[in-house]
Each structure stands twice: as C-alpha cells, then as structure tokens.
RNA sequence: UGGGGUAUAGCCAAGUUGGUAAGGCAGCGGGUUUUGAUCCCGCCAUUCGUAGGUUCGAGUCCUGCUACCCCAGCCA
C-alpha cells in the first residue's frame, strides 16, 4: 500500500536514459504538435501524458506547436480548444505556444538552401502526373521531365511561386532524392505547394505553404526538440525526416521515434470520423458526453487524474492495440470511489407511502458523506411519510436472490430505517403506482433488537424534500467494438447511446456547481451538467458502479 | 522476397550480459459490508505467432515460415 508507484517504463524513456547515460544529450526537449484541424482525443491525451510525463520526469521541457501548415482545414479556434485542454488535462507547455508558421521565413530560406545545393526543383507537373511518375509500390517511378533544371532556373521560379505568380496545383517544390526508392516518401517528396489561403496566424503573408515532412524535422531542430516522438505511420517518414535534416545547414538533430496509436473499443479516435459524427448531427457537438474528445470525456466527469491514470496503465509500445473500456472506467472509478461524495437520487421512481409514519412530519437524518472516509464530513436528508424509490428496487414477489423490497418482505433504508411492503395500488395498465409500506421507528442507524435481518439496502429521497433532476444516462457511442472496420462506421452507432430519465435528488444536491462529481450510491457517478441549474437539475452518469448482480441476472 | 513495422493470457503490458513468465484491466471462487459498491483473501500462460537449430539451459541467440498493421495526398 505504502508503495511508490514504479515510475513508467517503455521503450522510448529507455531511449532516453541511454542517450543520457553516453551524454548524447544532456537535457530532454519534447513537443506535442497537434493540427489545429479538429478536437483534441483521447489518443492526443495518450501522446500528450507522454511527451509532457518526460519533459516532467526529467525536468526537461515540453513545446506546444501548432502544426499548421495547411490553412485550408485549420482555424483559430481550433487552436484555443486544444490550449484549453492541454491545460485542463494538467501540463504547462514551455513559454508560448508555437507555430510551425512561426518558422515560414526560416523555412523557406531551407527550401532556397536546397535548391542551390541541387537538391529540390520547381516541378510545372500537375498533380496528376506527379502521381503518374510517383509508379507503385512493387514498381520505381520515374524522374520528372523538370528534375534537372538548373538551380538558378529553380530559384526563380520558386521565386515566382512566393510572389503569386503562378496558380495553385500548376507546380510546386520537390525534393531530388529518388524515384527508384522503396519508400514511397522518398520519391521526390513534394515540400513546398502553391495555395492562395488565408492563414490564422501569418494571415495573407504567404500563397506557398511547406508540407508537414519538410516542416516537421526543421521546426523540432529549430526548438532544439531531442526526442521527436510520433505515431506509427510515420516510420518510413523518418526516412525524409533525417534526409532534410542532413541536407539542411542546421546544427540540432532531433531523432524521431514512433509509438503505436490509442485505440479504444466502441469508440472511434480518428478526426475524419470524429468530425463526421458531429457535422451529421449523430452527437450533440465536440463536448458530447459520448464523444471520446478531451472535451466530451471532461463533460462526461472524468478527471484529468484519472486519464492520466489511463495513459500510465496502457503503456507506451509498438503493438497495434485496441483497449477495452473496462481499461478507462475502471481509472475513474478509483479515483471517484475514494474522492466523491455519497449521495442519494432516484432515477425511475415509484412512490412509498409510510402509512405509519405522522402525516406532516420530516425528520433530518445526518448522513455519511462517504462510509470509510469520515473526514468527508455529513449532510441532511430528509425522511417523511412518502418517499421515491427506484422502480426496479420493488417486485411484488422475488426468489431469494432479490435483495430489495417485495410485497410482505423488509428492507433496509440506506441510511434510514427498515420499511416493510403491505400492499400496493395500481394503474389501468396494472403498473405499481403507489406501494403502501410500515417502517420501524427503532431501526434508525441500528438493527432491530429482535434480530431481524434485511433483505438488502435500497436508496431513497423523501418525495416532499427531493428535488426534481434529469439524469443523463450514456453507454457506448456504438455497437461494434471496431467501428472504424465497419463499411459504414455511422452505422453501427447505439440507438440507446443515450437514455434521459427523470426523477429526484436529494435536497443537498440543490446547489452544486457545474462539474462537481458524486457518487449517487448503488446508481454510479454522477457530475453536475453544465447547463444545470438550480430550477433544472442535469447530471450526467459518468460510469456506472461495479455491478456484479447484472451480470449474475435473476 | 517492393519497403517499413509488430507478434507474451479475453484486453493492455513487463521481461535489455540466455538461468527457469511482473503488474494492471476483465473474469472466477470465498470473507466483510446499512451501496449487489468499496475493501480483503485466493484462482487465472509448464508457456511466449509457428517450425526447426545452437545451448546444460531460449520469451530472450540463429534460420525458415505464418498472421496482422503502415506506405503510391500538392493531408498530417
């Protein structure tokens, strides 16, 4: 118990302590570059707790860098989304937050380095026949018919590309390296291409933009980044990655590493999809409870701790993966188990009417905030002559494995007295509308002195004190464990994903502020909506409790 | 034989001079319990994709094979 969590240990920090045990490096440089494209996930958080976890454990430092490069796709709020969720999930980035586009003279000043060394030309193909040149994966491509023209040539013309005078997908900068090479990214990479887009950041300044392999390396040797690490797709990229370096006048050589990427089952964490799921209305937005983004996850009631948690527990490896997502509940549930305090709410209720129980009475009962953690403090309930229980806690008749209130059977009341059913009332439907019960006034907070035992523990609000709450029940966003295999991914997307419920809350909870987490016992974990209010209460169901008895069924 | 990668339990994952398979999640038994929660105790790979080889000894070394992932954007 009193044991120091083993600080984490993969492939790349082992890296890392052998490039500081030679004294390759003396300090650690990381960054975390996201697009600015789209909504950060939890596969960003899996790169973010690493990057940012070594730049901590060894007091190194960790960039932010906004990796724009393409200003068709990307925008400025975008930007600030994804600032607001690197801080909320609890890492600083070092100084200010960069920009690939902070870099755009500096890179082109290596674009003209290139050219005069020979190494990058203006190609006037069109997109088209690039691709027709580029041959195939068993077979080489072949040299464009603009691949020797001479350096000064290139330079004007590239020249040219910058001053806007010619039209986007007419030419562009290409790397001479070979076209014969079995990596793909090798052939003559296209590094610079015309666009005539207005940038967020630079704003009309420049109608050529590079691409991300050229800007990538180049940025990371620009911030001094020792350690550039990435996903598993860009294995062969690293390859360009070190050619630019090499060829480049630039002291610092960042080394890139790949990891394997986050998967998660029923979920999906690619931003195409992501973005679809919203632009098609499948989801309520980014912040969606269901969405597997920083932002719905945090709306959802996850901690920051809790999904760094996560990020410690799957590790760090080159294995193709797919984690359950017993993986992720089980981390805030931990965290919530000791941290949330306990209260009572009925999400389907039924009404219980305590026919000897004085008509206007209600007493206030102190109640444990939490059943270990005493320092956790009381609140009141309130217990009156009619009471909300939950609908499926009552049968008239059960096998011995029910453990709630039946018809002529006793019960405990979580943190009250002991009720017995007598009879019930019913609609035209034959639906239990009111069950008429007898508690016994010398159960509170002690067993009946004759010995008699419960048949199980059920919660309850008092239906005069209760306070009307709506409850936000999420499952699985869908139905498949690998939506992304599907032929239609939207397709296999849960009917039942959400189920809205209304019912009651007990009066502490009134006043709770946006985010605030508890755990409503025998219900699961529960967080305060943001667009609750004192007049509407929402809460949104986290995850639910352990449930043994589910599983088991009767 | 295009190239680049990865194969350890249902899932994630340790295992790094070859020395006799960590841990977590899930699951299964049992105990405690005014949450069918928590907590506690116990179980859960004679075996490391597969076939051989080297060795006193192989998850770790060698060879062959198989499976899966990535690469043919002027996306990142």
């Known amino acids: 118990m009193a044991e120091t969590a083993p600080r984490p240990s993969n492939f790349i920090r ?29 596969g960003h958080a899996k790169s973010i707790c690493l990057n940012f976890g070594i730049a901590q454990d060894y007091q190194g430092t960790c960039n932010l860098r906004f990796d724009d490069t393409n200003p068709d796709k990307e925008n400025i709020d975008y930007v600030n989304a994804i600032k607001q969720d690197v801080k909320w999930l609890g890492f600083e980035w070092a100084g200010k937050e960069r920009y690939s586009s902070d870099y755009f003279d500096a890179l082109y000043g290596y ?16 997109p088209d026949e690039v691709r027709a040149l580029r041959g195939t994966l068993t077979e080489p491509g072949q040299n464009s018919p603009y691949r020797d023209t001479t350096p000064e040539e290139n330079l004007a013309h590239f020249e040219k590309m910058k001053a806007g005078e010619y039209k986007e997908g007419s030419c562009s900068l290409r790397a001479k390296i070979d076209m014969a090479s079995a990596f793909m990214c090798m052939r003559d990479p296209v590094i ?87 632009e098609d209305k499948h989801v309520n937005g980014w912040d969606d409870p269901r969405m597997p983004t920083i932002a719905g996850i945090r709306r959802r009631g996850y901690t920051p701790a809790s999904i760094q948690e996560f990020c410690k527990r799957i590790g760090v490896t080159k294995m193709d993966n797919m984690v359950e997502m017993s993986m992720l509940e089980a981390c805030i549930r931990d965290e919530l188990n000791t941290d949330a305090p306990r209260r009572m709410a009925v999400l389907d209720p039924i009404k219980v009417v305590i026919e000897n129980y004085p008509e206007d009475k209600v007493e206030w009962i102190d109640a444990a905030n939490h059943p270990s953690e005493e320092g956790m403090g009381t609140r009141k309930i309130a217990f009156s002559k009619t009471l909300w229980i939950e609908r499926e806690d009552f049968r008239e008749q059960a096998n011995k494995k029910f453990k709630r209130l039946v018809l002529d059977k006793e019960v405990r009341l979580r943190n009250a007295y002991f009720l017995k059913a007598n009879s019930v009332d019913k609609d035209q439907n034959g639906e239990v509308t009111t069950i008429y019960c007898t508690y016994d006034p010398d159960t509170l907070g002690k067993d009946p002195a004759d010995g008699r035992k419960a048949k199980g523990v059920i919660h309850w609000v008092s239906a005069t004190e209760a306070k009307p709450a709506q409850f936000m029940l999420y499952d699985r966003l869908f139905t498949e464990a690998n939506p992304a295999a599907q032929e239609d991914f939207a397709g296999c997307i849960n009917a039942s994903s959400l189920v809205v419920k209304h019912g ?14 508890f755990q409503f016992e025998r219900t699961g974990y529960f967080c305060v909506d943001e667009e609750s209010t004192p007049d509407k209460l929402i809460f949104n169901r986290t995850v639910e409790l352990r449930d043994t008895w589910a599983k088991i069924g009767d």
């Open 504 to 517: 009651f809350v007990e009066p502490a909870l009134a006043q709770s502020e946006n985010l605030e987490r």
């Open 111 to 126: 674009a003209v380095e290139l050219i005069e060394k020979g190494l990058a030309y203006v190609d006037f193909s069109s």
């Open 192 to 278: 610079y291409r015309v666009k005539f887009a207005h940038h967020h950041q630079t704003g009309d300044k420049w109608c050529i933009y590079p691409m991300y392999d050229f800007t990538h390396c180049i940025s990371d040797a620009i911030e001094g980044i020792t350690h550039s690490l990435c996903t598993l797709e860009f294995q062969d990229n690293r390859r360009l990655y070190d050619w630019v370096i090499e060829n480049i006048s630039i002291e610092c050589t960042p080394r890139q590493y790949e990891f394997s990427r986050l998967n998660l089952e029923y979920t999906v964490l690619s931003k195409r999809r992501l973005i679809q799921l919203v």
């Open 14 to 42: 082992q890296i890392i302590d052998k490039d500081l045990a030679s004294g390759l490096h003396s300090s650690v440089a990381t960054r975390f570059p996201p697009e600015p494209n789209g909504y950060l996930h939890m």
